[in-house]
């Protein structure tokens, strides 16, 4: 029963999320739901989390315009995170601590993806809250060193490319994974991001080249990709399974 309230509380978070992403730095931050389409006022019970875009079938009830499979996956994943962090064996300020910072991880994630670019008070308080959950933690001088290390790594990329292999961003949000996981799984994260990236990118690539994809917008390998969701995810599961794929010491 616990495991079901935290899903579905997750769930509800994260269409929060949903909203919080798509929504900032724009003018209409507040105010109700409603389809981006039609711009329709969306009733309370178009807005439960999962159940109503099944209920709907993924379509508007105003115009019948297909709603983003987006909104599903965000509050499955945000579910999953909830649920995945409660289980761990930390003490409660550091949950406390990995659900925010993962929660903000989401939203950046989806603006990301939308405006391929990272919002410098959003990662700005992730490096913060990530320097809390540090000093909270067990840590070792390489632990703390894991975050300044991954900037080092990714402004190096975003210098000698000139912004064109990875955004200065991503170096930012490098710096706050590192510390909130610390040397071990912070490193296995940033590695895990790039094979994501790669299992995603290099097979649509492809697909898009010989013409399998509908509606794609002529994807090639100098298109530029969003890598925050990748390092978010890379984070996630390297914390969930605490993985050690370089095999730091641990001290």
């Known amino acids: 029963m616990t495991a079901v309230i935290l899903f579905v509380f997750g769930a509800m978070v994260g269409s929060f999320l949903n909203v919080v992403g798509l929504r ?10 409603h389809c981006p389409l039609c711009s329709k006022t969306l009733k309370w019970w178009e807005l439960v989390p999962i159940l109503s875009f099944l209920a709907l079938r993924s379509r508007c009830r105003g115009c019948d ?13 945000t579910g ?6 409660y289980n761990l064996q930390l003490t409660t ?19 990301d993806i939308r405006h391929k670019i990272i919002p410098d008070s959003l990662v700005y308080t992730v490096i913060l809250l990530s320097v ?41 949000l490098g710096l706050s994974v590192g510390l909130l996981l610390g040397a071990a799984q912070g490193f296995s994260a940033i590695i895990l991001a790039f094979w ?6 290099v097979p649509y690539l492809f697909l898009d080249r010989f013409g399998f994809l509908k509606n794609a917008k002529g994807l090639t ?17 390297a914390l969930v399974f605490d993985l050690n794929i370089l095999h730091v010491p641990l001290f």
Not at 93 to 109: D, Q, T
Not at 221 to 226: A, Q
């Open 24 to 33: 900032w730095d724009t003018k209409n931050f507040g105010g109700r739901s």
């Open 65 to 77: 315009g297909k709603i983003s499979w987006q909104y599903p996956t965000i509050e499955i994943l």
């Open 80 to 85: 999953l995170v909830f649920l995945s962090i």
């Open 93 to 111: 300020y550091n949950k406390i601590i990995l659900i925010l910072v993962f929660c903000i991880y989401i939203v950046i994630g989806i603006y």
């Open 132 to 172: 809390v959950g540090r000093w909270l933690s067990v840590s070792s001088t390489l632990d703390w060193l894991a975050g300044p290390i991954l900037f080092a790594f990714f402004a190096t990329l975003w210098l000698l490319s000139r912004g064109r292999a990875i955004g200065f961003g991503d170096a930012k």
């Open 196 to 201: 994501i990236g790669a299992l995603i990118f």
């Open 221 to 237: 390998i100098k298109s530029e990709v969003p890598f925050a969701p990748f390092i978010v995810s890379g984070a996630w599961i």
